[in-house]
Structures are given as structure tokens and as C-alpha cells.
């Protein structure tokens, strides 16, 4: 007869956006953890590590919470937006984007974003992917040749 998987029982899925080798003890880490008994210095020392060769992009955290206090984390492709803003070396979106737009992407730029968020997109297809980034990247006031 088979052995039964024991399985700990989930308290909570958190999800947060962090700066790639960043992650601190101090908000907003620190208080969404904190209320689920996470220890906050171990999960800010293993996303580090994990992280530390991302750069400065914004890393988007699934982290499981289980009833005896551990944890597990996935971590994510980095923000559409913040790419976008990486790639045209601005600090923020239009505030107006249907009026002010804050810069130009070409078909090029579309793909290489869509090449590295494809783990994390709901399509293989290219074509898809650019219309997907092209679209995030229209609502922040970004004109794309699509």
C-alpha cells in the first residue's frame, strides 16, 4: 500500500511586488508578512539571493503561507510597466495617455519585452504576446508600431 503525501495546510498566498535584491524587513514586505507569523529575515534573505542578478526591475512574489509558520515563494518575470519604462529610460507613465504620450516603442523593443515576459504570458505566439505588451504599453501614454 501506497504512503499517504502528508500536505501542511496553507494559511495564506501573498502577493507582492518587489525590488529585485531588495527585499527588507520595512513596508511593504514587513507588514504583509508579518501578520501571517512569517519569518521576515529569512524570506527577505532567500528572495535576495534568488534576485540578485535581476537588476533593478520589480519582481512580482507568490508567496505561500502554511499553518506552521513556513513558507515557499515563486517568483515572476518583472513588470510589464516597469520594462516599459526601463526601455524608454522614463520614471512614470502619462498621467493623461490618451493625450500626453511619454514615448515611442517600435516593433523591435514589443518583442524583446514579450520575449522575456513569455514565461509568465497566456500565449507561445509572438504576434500575441507584442499586442499584449503593445496594449499595457498604450495605457501609459506609449505610441507603439505594432
Known sequence: MAKKK???KIKAKV???IPAGKATPAPPVGPALGQHGVPLMDFCKQFNAKTAKMGNDLIPV????????????????????SLILKKLG?????GVPNKEKIGKLSRKDLEEIAEIKMPDLNTEDMDKAVK???GTAESMGVECEA
Do not use: E, H, M
Open 15 to 17: 502577493r507582492l511586488n
Open 90 to 94: 522614463v520614471k512614470k507613465g502619462s
Open 132 to 134: 499584449i505588451i503593445a
Open 62 to 81: 507568490i508567496l505561500t503561507v502554511y499553518q506552521d509558520r513556513s513558507f515557499d515563494f515563486i517568483t515572476k518575470t518583472p513588470v510589464t510597466s
Open 6 to 8: 502528508s500536505k501542511k
